[in-house]
């Protein structure tokens, strides 16, 4: 039987068995009733340690992780966060978001020019959330720049939006595409706002997306993928070029299997690379071990493997310590250590490595594509112990989640990069993030489970979202 099991909720507590354990924790008040969940620098780096204040804001410094405005304060209470990783139930793309109500429906808003948000097609953004009709039962979901997939009760995956890059599972302007408007003046290019169910997937558990790729986490512990790629080269797809998201990529319109990779518990996907926690005991296990494939640009992939190439198979990097969460980005991922160190490898352009770039032994020059950082292993540097949740997607930055519901952003949060992490004000307590991919980023509300969503790097303040869906167009 596969270490991966089904959670229900009990009350606003879910009870999650993984090798025979047993953890709580509350989540949203309406997630819903059953769901799934899984338990540039060539070497990882610390990130710098992160304090929240009771007023929400971030001064660098250790300490104990004092709760923001409106977190309960009561003796013996529980977390907020639900997970150790982004929340199945909420995730945003390039400019659109979708949640998961308590009945398993599926709600969106923003961008809908490629059917995105699960209406006809339009250049109107569509400020509250709408139903997306033809879904099953959804669980989890998973957002790219222009398309969304949802995984059901059923462990099987639909997808809608743009369909240049293969990626709602079949082959462009096929399985009943319609005709969007492109970038480009005159453009046009295949699209669906009628989720389409992926074939030849087996029952999945887990799902992620970034820029035009989906991978999903099946039971056996293997994953599948299917899209574009970025960066990627295998004689599995074909070459990309039917659109801007697609370029220099390789293509895959059907799933295919992610060589080497086996035991898989978590699944985080980015830009042009993708990472697995492998549970212990796994064949390809060093302890709740890290795994990553595609390109390897930045020593995104691997520190030695591959160099400035194309990983197709995955790789264990030995350098990380027993992980909990993961974020992937463009270029670079960041590992949450079981003792709340966070180590991050790959590109650090926009300081998103936590330190600034080009310094702490960075490979290469500062400023754009200015190389790799350097993990040390005898570093004590830390995150506060009330850092339980990291979230990326498919750009250059990265969230934290505090167990006080406050939420922090390093890397491409400005106009020059932060490599100290920035408190995000205006927020109520969260117990979720969702896992986004361009600069929109959600979280759910702990008090009333509703998404509150912010651009980083904007003066705007957060925003929440209309949840009440109308069965959309």
């Known amino acids: 039987m596969h270490d991966l099991a089904r959670v229900s909720l009990l009350g606003s507590v879910v009870a999650l068995a993984l090798l025979g354990s047993a953890a709580c924790w509350?989540?949203?008040?309406?997630?819903?009733?059953?769901?799934?969940?899984?338990?540039?620098?060539?070497?990882?780096?610390?990130?710098?340690?992160?304090?929240?204040?009771?007023?929400?804001?971030?001064?660098?410094?250790?300490?104990?992780?004092?709760?923001?405005?409106?977190?309960?304060?009561?003796?013996?209470?529980?977390?907020?966060?639900?997970?150790?990783?982004?929340?199945?139930?909420?995730?945003?793309?390039?400019a659109f978001g979708c949640r998961i109500d308590a009945a398993g429906a599926v709600g969106c808003w923003g961008d809908d020019g490629f059917g995105q948000v699960g209406s006809t097609p339009s250049t109107v953004s569509i400020p509250d959330a709408q139903q997306v009709m033809g879904v099953p039962t959804a669980v989890a979901l998973a957002l790219g720049d222009s398309h969304a997939c949802a995984l059901t009760t059923g462990h099987a995956v639909y997808c809608w939006g743009l369909n240049d890059a293969y990626q709602l599972g079949h082959p462009a302007a096929t399985g009943g595409d319609q005709i969007c408007l492109g970038a480009a003046p005159g453009q046009t290019v295949p699209c669906s706002s009628n989720p389409t169910l992926v074939a030849d997937l087996p029952d999945a558990v887990a799902i992620a997306a970034a820029g035009a790729w989906t991978c999903i986490l099946a039971t056996d512990g293997t994953v599948r993928c299917w899209g574009a790629v970025q960066g990627m080269a295998s004689d599995a797809g074909v070459g990309c070029g039917l659109g801007t998201q697609a370029s220099g990529g390789t293509c895959y319109a059907a799933p295919y299997t992610v060589a080497g990779l086996g035991g898989?518990?978590?699944?985080?996907?980015?830009?042009?690379?993708?990472?697995?926690?492998?549970?212990?005991?796994?064949?390809?296990?060093a302890g709740n071990q890290v795994s990553c494939w595609g390109s390897n640009a930045e020593g995104q992939v691997?520190?030695?493997?591959?160099?400035?190439?194309?990983?197709?198979?995955?790789?264990?990097?030995?350098?990380?310590?027993?992980?909990?969460?993961?974020?992937?980005?463009?270029?670079?991922?960041?590992?949450?250590?079981?003792?709340?160190?966070?180590?991050?490898?790959?590109?650090?352009?926009?300081?998103?490595?936590?330190?600034?770039?080009?310094?702490?032994?960075d490979q290469g020059t500062a400023g754009p594509d200015g190389g790799f950082g350097v993990y040390d292993p005898a570093a004590t540097q830390a995150l506060a112990s009330s850092v339980v949740s990291l979230v990326g997607g498919g750009n250059e930055a990265v969230c934290a989640l505090l167990e006080s519901g406050a939420a922090e952003c390093w890397g491409d949060v400005s106009t020059t990069g932060s490599a100290t992490p920035v408190g995000v004000t205006g927020l109520p307590p969260l117990n979720a993030l969702g896992a986004f991919?361009?600069?929109?980023?959600?979280?759910?509300?702990?008090?009333?489970?509703?998404?509150?969503?912010?651009?980083?790097?904007?003066?705007?303040?957060?925003?929440?979202?209309?949840?009440?869906?109308?069965?959309?167009?």
Request: glycine share 12%.
């Open 26 to 94: 509350k989540v949203a008040p309406d997630s819903s009733d059953q769901i799934f969940l899984e338990g540039s620098s060539a070497e990882s780096t610390l990130v710098e340690s992160i304090l929240v204040t009771a007023d929400g804001a971030a001064d660098g410094s250790a300490g104990d992780g004092d709760l923001a405005d409106g977190a309960a304060d009561s003796e013996g209470a529980s977390p907020l966060v639900i997970a150790p990783g982004a929340s199945p139930l909420l995730a945003t793309g390039a």
């Open 264 to 285: 898989a518990t978590l699944l985080a996907v980015g830009f042009d690379h993708a990472c697995a926690i492998v549970a212990a005991g796994a064949e390809s296990d």
């Open 302 to 361: 691997s520190p030695s493997a591959c160099p400035q190439s194309t990983c197709t198979s995955a790789l264990a990097r030995s350098d990380l310590p027993t992980t909990t969460s993961l974020a992937t980005g463009d270029r670079f991922s960041c590992a949450l250590a079981a003792d709340g160190t966070v180590r991050c490898f790959g590109d650090n352009t926009f300081d998103q490595l936590g330190h600034a770039s080009g310094t702490s032994g």
């Open 437 to 473: 991919d361009a600069a929109y980023v959600c979280g759910l509300a702990a008090a009333d489970g509703s998404p509150w969503c912010w651009t980083l790097g904007s003066t705007s303040p957060p925003v929440s979202i209309a949840t009440a869906v109308d069965g959309g167009g």
